[in-house]
């Protein structure tokens, strides 16, 4: 049985300027170069640069009364909604305080060899059979950006025979990596962090502390990586200075000979910050980079096509056509412009709202300043949505007098601290960094007795907080911070 009613409900939609608004805003400045050049690229009716200024009378209007249902087809076009000879659009009467000197060029890269290519050259210098050079770059292959070799004998074995039709034993295998262990730099090709240690000890030139580091290696690495000293001392019946001259130069090897190597070309993240604050005259003084201020406008070309279309007598369908293209350029041009303004605005506003909210911590960079801040706080006090807040805080870095600071890490909970005031995890956190670098380090403060130092000092939180925070920051435990 067939029934119809009526429904009636409220619903929320995005368009697709407000999306592409949402997209631009959460886009960090290089990524929004890349978006600009990709639209450039794609709406010949969006150009960059100035625009000469006997096109004023030429262009459209760009008023916001106008919207086009992309999915209706006009037959009549009114072109007076794209020409005005009455007013400037507001585009162009943008201001763009900022000078070309101000823009940050690319950084060239040099072109390098790769650390497996720095590899395979050497084992150009050997002597080796086609079955040992086959193995030794199938292994030269397997090394990690970190110079090792994560993986079992035997699944080398089997590789080579399916992919490189190359059948052979572990033992040939071992005796060929002990070639690729000859290679610069010392440790490469090592299985794990004991034996690119002993790798490294074995090329040093032998003293009495080199003699006795690798025995600690080779002997007593459990004992080491532990800190056990007592019974290092013990085992090798040595002295307090002799057993710290070989901690010494163990601790002088690099545990990552493949992360270090200078020819490396691995890609290199430069930080482009997306904000700029300086103190002058005692005041705080907040800038938007001039690269996420571009200057655009709209092809003069295009609205002179309007305008032919527009005086024409006769017009046929192909012309109709062209025009509808145009059409559809020329509002993709004016929304992506409008987006921009947009975008700047909201950056600059939530970054304000920021800085003011942390206004202590920006004058004076103690990180003990740092207030409690969450995304819904300064959502509220720039009447924004707290998911706007967050597209502007993701992936984007901010210039300050006390270095370049992700602008997410401005955001943290609040704690009660004994006198029932808020206080930042920051603050707490800053402290406890500060407490440990203080420590005694021959009696290095356990999680237990770091509770208590911060309850005394106005901060009452449990040890598991305290084991929490400690590993937030990278701390190790008591026993690894152990020295001797």
Known sequence: MLKQQLNFKLSQKLSPQQIQLMKLIQLPTQAFEQRISQELEENPALEKGKEEKDSLDDDFDNSDDYEQDSEVIE?????????????????????????????????????????????????????????????????????????????????????????????????????????????????????????????????????????LALDIINEAFDHFTKKHYKKLLSKFDITEDELRNAIHEIEGLNPKPGGTYSGNTRMVEHVVPDFAIKIEDGELQLTLNGRNAPELHVSREYTNMLKGYKAAKERSKSQKDAVMFIKQKLDAAKWFIDAIKQRQQTLW??????????????????????????????????????????????????????GTKLIKEFFSESMKNDQGEDVSTREIKKILEITVSEENKKKPLTDDKLAKILKEKGYPIARRTVAKYREQLDIPVARLRKEI
Request: proline fraction near 3%; aromatic fraction near 8%; charge should be negative.
């Open 75 to 211: 037959t009549e076009i009114d072109v007076d909604e794209y020409l005005s000879d009455d007013e400037i659009p507001s585009y162009k009467l943008a201001a763009n305080n900022y000078s070309a000197d101000d823009e940050d060029k690319q950084i060239p890269y040099a072109s390098g060899v790769s650390f497996n290519q720095h590899l395979l050259r050497q084992l150009n210098t050997y002597r080796l059979s086609e079955e040992e050079e086959e193995i030794a770059r199938f292994l030269v292959g397997s090394i990690d950006e970190s110079g090792y070799i994560r993986r079992d004998l035997q699944d080398i074995v089997d590789d080579l025979a399916f992919t490189q039709n190359v059948y052979t034993s572990e033992e040939k295998i071992e005796e060929v990596l002990q070639i690729v262990h000859d290679l610069d730099p010392a440790g490469v090709g090592a299985r794990n962090l004991q034996e690119c240690l002993r790798l490294q000890l074995e090329r040093k030139r032998e003293t009495p502390a080199v003699a």
């Open 349 to 402: 506003v939530t970054m304000n709202a920021i800085m003011q909210h942390q206004y202590e911590y920006f004058m004076t960079g103690d990180e003990r300043k740092l207030k409690p801040m969450i995304l819904k706080d300064i959502a509220d006090t720039i009447d924004m949505d707290v998911s706007t807040v967050s597209r502007v805080a993701n992936s984007k870095y901010v210039d300050t007098p006390y």
